[in-house]
């Protein structure tokens, strides 16, 4: 295993006490609960939107707090989802008097903490609403099973929803809009390599110097099926073909799309997807309106891709475009 | 013989003995289908909560079951956290204010503990989790007792069935936790949280070996 | 070789077009002679502030061309300097009537390539200034050889060079400032792995699984040394030493601290490496007035660090903060 | 008889040939203590001024070097480029309005040459660069026709100066160029600059040595 690392087992608060030396005037850690929150919070007569998940995908959540973004960001150990004490104590920290708004993705664990957590603090009077993102089409969608993970829909879905909430939206009307955006992002992934977990010291899968999975998650779960390495023209189309056959896209449709690197892929191979990517939108009639490329959902440092589409109507462009001043992204401020 | 406190401590440690002794086990377990932490989110759990029950002066068996439950869900995180931290804060449940616990008694707090965690997770039998091994252990638990027998023995046969409901899952098709994304290509190993929940079930029969 | 690509011979040039797909409003690309440059140039007026190297160092350069940064880019082969021909056409349609200000890092390559270009350019009368990046403490430094390799304080000068061409800076005052923050700049990298140059197909060099590479440049070369795998913090140490002892950086010094990935190093690891940067400089009494994290002058996927500090003073400061709009650097707008 | 716009015509050909050949080779020795470019470059660049020469009408020897010069400015980059193209660029003005070339054109046009080289990159002898392979090819070619040597001898002892130049560079600590950021560790690996330049004189040596 090689990762500019120190013990494995304090990665994530020696990371996150990084974060809070880097970038003081956005955010501030409290440790022991871990959280990330708003420098300037609790933030009266804003709904608080607060997410959470494993480490190990970093900047995602804790890169996103901070204007027009999260209030608060949980950080579970590596690919492990936070506690309930972590969610209760960072919605506590940054309540504003208007409510909290939970942004979960769909793993079991994610939705068990988060779920315990919105009960503790509804058992405390406070409103809790959540957004179940569960975007990946690698999944088989059933009645029966767990339903998707949610992967880069995530993203997507924190720039906006926070920008709405910036903009005074009560919680009602933002959970509403977040299962909208929920509803209309779809995304896959794919690895050419895996990745390694610190603590366990060794790669998380196996794959041949010809291989490449594809459809994983973004905890270097195995993919839907591993074949030969392709050109990136064939991948992006393997990829492509499900996002769009699913919700689905059609001509006409306005997209916002990211080229997510997992975390090992360097931009000039992200834009050579971008390229393929567009050109297949292009040819569908499918108009990308804005675009976010390079590593913002990541697996640790995996290589490989994914891309997510999400459909998107002029409230949502505009709230996309609404000013954002957090450590991982930023613009109009 | 009922249970004392220093029986339920006993088995609580050997937990904690057994899943650091099995946590690379469990890990590998869960990178086949999972995400590589089950054993390592086990282990930190039992660890934090044993670290917890060395300053418990407890007033009765159920704070001692809560206390292990409330670290769980407070160090364990992911699927597992929620899940095993119900399984113990239901058995604190049922056996607050008790200060020993009669065969009949851990009946009761087996079947609130693994209907707990039905409740938390939704998973029902054949969904390849932790639940295809607690549940034939609770109904393996109960139908000893009503077959007259010992408790020792009632304890043993459920171990058994949680043992066999965990190799059951080798062959299953997950539907509910990590393991489901991967549809058909989860089939052919065996489920992690039903093998920890072996485990624990196991270590209550070896611990409570001696006790009748 | 595990890489998103399609022709190991097309790689520059595909990536190039999803640049000029992803970025419609901010830049557009010129073919044959390739070039990145800003949509709405030229700027009357505004000294043209130009820059290039190899291509796989990613987003360097071409992610800084926009608003407030460079004015064009221009992308050799990978690790290959570009041809004069590049800067030559790159200059005249960028620029705006005040001069051109080309920023090279000390290869012998680009050094000659530009000033083969620049020869031209004042051949037809065009007013040409150069500043020259050499900022790599792993070289020693002699009157002898080559100088120091251009690293990391490249992209801290584009920012700042940027900023003072959007200002009004002429020509002349430009370059001194250039000069003074080629001079007040030092940085230090190091590899975990080696990366892959695509038309190559294996890797530059070999390390073990417990070895890393002390020193190396941007471009796959081999390091000053090689030793044990070390834990972040003392390799933190290793590569701090020298650039605090090169200038050197006193007490009360205020510094721009740059901390950057070399392609395949992921951003909670950085934030580990930042932390312990951090926590030596304020030993030494070192301020950390700015800092930026993330991947921003890399080798293709290569996994390590480099770390740069710029001695600033409140001209460089305020320059820093001017709003820029690139692809790959954006703030204040 | 001295050299023909053909003759040359067919040098350069060699040298492409050769130089893909030898492709792999160079970037491995680039590998080593530079950037593993260089013969990725030169075949490039060599292809890209063979494209050139097919379509050109050329009126003189001059015109062939001077297209081959510009051909490798634009499209070898890194030091290679800058440093071949000035190479062939000197050839063409030394060889300007000439339909032939006799051994003392060539002299003339290879010391320009290797001067234009030096001009450009500031390179002494022992450097390690491709001027310690031009650089005693030169002198080894001038002093032939001094002793008296045919066309053909000299450009052969002038082959052999370049190949002793090359593989003196192996134990030279570099002074210039990429290999110098690797200091003392750059000893013991042959420049790939020198050894295509020798590869190019060697080239002319064999081409031409059926001349005279
Ligand atoms: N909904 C559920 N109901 C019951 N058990 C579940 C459920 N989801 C997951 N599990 C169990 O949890 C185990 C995985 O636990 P763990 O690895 O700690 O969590 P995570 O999957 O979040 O990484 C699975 O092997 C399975 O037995
Ligand atoms: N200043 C210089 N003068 C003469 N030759 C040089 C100089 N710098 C580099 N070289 C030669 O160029 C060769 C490397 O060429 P190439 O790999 O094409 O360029 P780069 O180093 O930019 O990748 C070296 O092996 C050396 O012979
Ligand atoms: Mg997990
Ligand atoms: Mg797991
Ligand atoms: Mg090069
Ligand atoms: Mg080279």
Redesign the pocket.
């Known amino acids: 295993m090689k990762k500019l690392i120190n013990n494995p087992l304090n990665v994530v608060p020696e990371s996150l006490e990084g974060m809070a030396r880097a970038h003081p005037g956005l955010i501030k850690v409290h440790f022991d609960p871990n959280f990330v929150y708003r420098a300037d919070a609790p933030r009266e007569g804003k709904v608080a939107v607060i997410s959470g998940g494993g480490s190990g995908h970093e900047p995602m959540h804790g890169g996103f707090v901070g204007y027009g973004m999260l209030d608060a960001a949980c950080p579970g150990a590596v690919?492990?989802?936070p506690t309930p004490d972590q969610m209760y104590e960072a919605a506590k920290v940054v309540h504003g008097g208007a409510g909290i708004l939970m942004i979960v993705k769909n793993?079991?664990?994610d939705v068990m903490n988060f779920d315990m957590a919105a009960d503790l603090l509804r058992g405390e009077g406070f409103q809790v609403e959540s957004v179940l993102i569960a975007d990946d089409v690698a999944v088989e969608s059933s009645l029966y099973s767990?339903g998707r993970r949610g992967t880069g829909t995530t993203v997507l879905a924190e720039k906006i929803l926070g920008a709405a909430a910036e903009q005074g939206y009560d919680l009602q009307r933002l959970a509403e809009l977040g299962r909208r955006v929920a509803e209309n992002g779809r995304c896959m992934g794919m690895a050419l390599t895996s990745c390694t977990v610190p603590h366990v010291g060794k790669p998380t899968f196996e794959l041949g110097e010809e291989e490449m999975e594809i459809g994983i998650g973004i905890h270097g779960e195995p993919g839907r099926y591993r074949e030969p390495l392709k050109p990136a023209d064939e991948i992006v189309e393997r990829l492509m073909e499900p996002i769009l056959s699913d919700l689905p896209f059609r001509s006409g449709d306005r997209v916002i799309c990211m080229v997510n690197s997992m975390g090992g892929t360097p931009l000039i191979e992200l834009y050579i997807v971008y390229r393929k990517v567009a050109q297949i939108c292009e040819e569908r009639g499918i108009q990308i309106m804005r675009n976010l490329i390079g590593p913002y959902i990541t697996s640790l440092e995996m290589a490989g891709t994914s891309i997510t589409l999400l459909r998107t109507d002029d409230e949502m462009l505009t709230l996309w475009d609404h000013p954002v001043k957090t450590p991982a992204l930023r613009w109009g401020m | 013989m009922p249970l004392t406190q220093e029986a339920v401590r006993a088995w609580l440690q050997r937990c904690a003995a057994v899943l650091e002794e099995n946590r690379d086990y469990l890990t590998q377990l869960?990178a086949a289908i999972?995400?590589a932490?089950?054993g390592v989110?086990?282990d930190r759990g039992f660890k934090a909560a044993m670290a917890r029950l060395t300053t418990l002066n407890a007033p009765d068996i159920g704070s001692i079951f809560k206390t292990v439950g409330m670290a769980l869900v407070a160090t364990?995180g992911?699927?597992?956290?929620p899940?095993y931290g119900t399984f113990f804060l239901q058995l604190g449940v049922k056996t607050a204010g008790k200060q020993e616990l009669t065969p009949q008694d851990w009946a009761e707090a087996l079947e609130a503990a693994v209907n707990g965690?039905i409740a938390r997770?939704?998973?029902r039998l054949g969904?390849k989790?932790?639940?295809d091994a607690l549940l034939p252990a609770l109904e393996a638990y109960k139908a000893a007792l009503q077959d007259g027998a010992s408790f020792v023995e009632a304890l043993a046969r459920s171990a058994a069935a949680a043992e066999e409901g965990m190799k059951a899952t080798i062959p299953m098709v997950a539907k509910?936790?990590?393991?489901s994304y991967l549809g058909e290509r989860s089939a052919g190993h065996q489920?992690?949280?039903?093998t920890s929940s072996y485990l624990i079930l196991q270590a209550a029969a070896e611990t409570w070996a001696d006790v009748s």
Chains 1, 3 share one sequence.
């Open positions: 690919f492990t989802s793993y079991a664990g767990q | 869960d999972g995400d932490d089950h989110n086990m364990v992911g699927a597992g956290g899940l965690v997770g939704q998973a969904d989790t932790m639940v509910k936790g990590r393991a489920d992690p949280g039903a």
